[in-house]
């Protein structure tokens, strides 16, 4: 038995690295899943993945930052499955990586846009679904990057992801009494493409897992179990939390 049978979840940013590791592991657990992502070829790509493997998932393509697109994805779980009872809102941009005093303004907005704006959009759409289903799970892809560390060349990303730890504490202490459970997810460094972005030669690779306890890089199935954890009722008394999975980069002086 699946620790999400019966579920319906959707997943954003799937079509790679957390996100698609969180779809495929979810699917695996029993839940019914709308992969959302803007590049609709490795959705489908996703979809045919996860029914081969007997899983059940549909896909729609589209940016979180636009609100019509956040509404199609809370509709289309309801209208494809009847339901909606889990959310994983990882759908994000590292943005601009320079000189906080040369980010550009247009640049800026974006990323506050995507990682942000764009995780409240899909939580205000999810809500009156997951209410209507009896209560439910929010998890949002937040980081140790601005919570814990300062990382230079960062301001965009930092501010923006712990904007989502704020928004998470509010919706988790409105909405608890319903019986909605909202959490953060904190990773840190991972193997993805968008961690890649910066981890993108043998000396910053190394240089990035050295920042680390565990003097590594997580693979994403690992942040996938956590987000696994959160959004299942294994995870039930826990509410506005903001959970590191960061290798211990957050404590580690080594």
């Given at each position: 038995?699946?620790?999400?049978?019966?579920?319906?979840?959707?997943?954003?940013?799937?079509?790679?690295?957390?996100?698609?590791?969180?779809?495929?592991?979810?699917?695996?657990?029993?839940?019914?899943?709308?992969?959302?992502?803007?590049?609709?070829?490795?959705?489908?790509?996703?979809?045919?993945?996860?029914?081969?493997?007997?899983?059940?998932?549909?896909?729609?393509?589209?940016?979180?930052?636009?609100?019509?697109?956040?509404?199609?994805?809370?509709?289309?779980?309801?209208?494809?499955?009847?339901?909606?009872?889990?959310?994983?809102?990882?759908?994000?941009?590292?943005?601009?990586?320079?000189?906080?005093?040369?980010?550009?303004?247009?640049?800026?907005?974006?990323?506050?846009?995507?990682?942000?704006?764009?995780?409240?959009?899909c939580a205000?759409?999810?809500?009156?679904?997951?209410l209507k289903?009896?209560?439910?799970?929010?998890?949002?892809?937040?980081?140790?990057?601005?919570?814990?560390?300062?990382?230079?060349?960062?301001?965009?990303?930092?501010?923006?992801?712990?904007?989502?730890?704020?928004?998470?504490?509010?919706?988790?202490?409105?909405?608890?009494?319903?019986?909605?459970?909202?959490?953060?997810?904190?990773?840190?460094?991972?193997?993805?493409?968008?961690?890649?972005?910066?981890?993108?030669?043998?000396?910053?690779?190394?240089?990035?897992?050295?920042?680390?306890?565990?003097?590594?890089?997580?693979?994403p199935e690992?942040?996938?179990?956590?987000?696994?954890?959160?959004?299942?009722?294994?995870?039930?008394?826990?509410?506005?939390?903001?959970?590191?999975?960061?290798?211990?980069?957050?404590?580690?002086?080594?």
């Amino acid at each position: 038995m699946g620790m999400l049978d019966g579920k319906v979840a959707i997943v954003t940013g799937a079509s790679s690295g957390i996100g698609r590791a969180t779809a495929r592991l979810f699917a695996r657990e029993g839940a019914m899943v709308v992969a959302g992502a803007r590049r609709g070829a490795e959705l489908d790509a996703l979809v045919e993945e996860i029914a081969e493997a007997q899983g059940t998932a549909v896909a729609l393509a589209g940016d979180v930052a636009d609100e019509s697109y956040a509404e199609r994805l809370s509709a289309l779980a309801v209208e494809r499955f009847g339901a909606l009872h889990v959310a994983v809102n990882n759908a994000g941009t590292m943005g601009a990586q320079c000189a906080s005093a040369e980010v550009a303004l247009g640049d800026w907005q974006r990323t506050i846009d995507v990682n942000l704006t764009g995780a409240f959009l899909c939580a205000k759409h999810q809500i009156p679904a997951m209410l209507k289903s009896g209560g439910g799970s929010i998890v949002f892809t937040s980081t140790f990057v601005g919570h814990t560390v300062g990382i230079p060349g960062f301001a965009a990303y930092a501010a923006s992801k712990a904007g989502v730890i704020g928004l998470t504490k509010a919706l988790a202490a409105e909405f608890g009494p319903q019986g909605l459970r909202v959490n953060a997810l904190l990773p840190g460094g991972t193997d993805t493409p968008m961690g890649r972005s910066f981890a993108n030669t043998p000396e910053t690779i190394a240089f990035v897992e050295g920042l680390h306890a565990l003097k590594r890089r997580a693979a994403p199935e690992e942040i996938a179990h956590s987000a696994l954890y959160l959004a299942s009722d294994a995870s039930s008394f826990t509410t506005g939390a903001a959970l590191l999975a960061d290798g211990g980069v957050s404590i580690n002086r080594t």
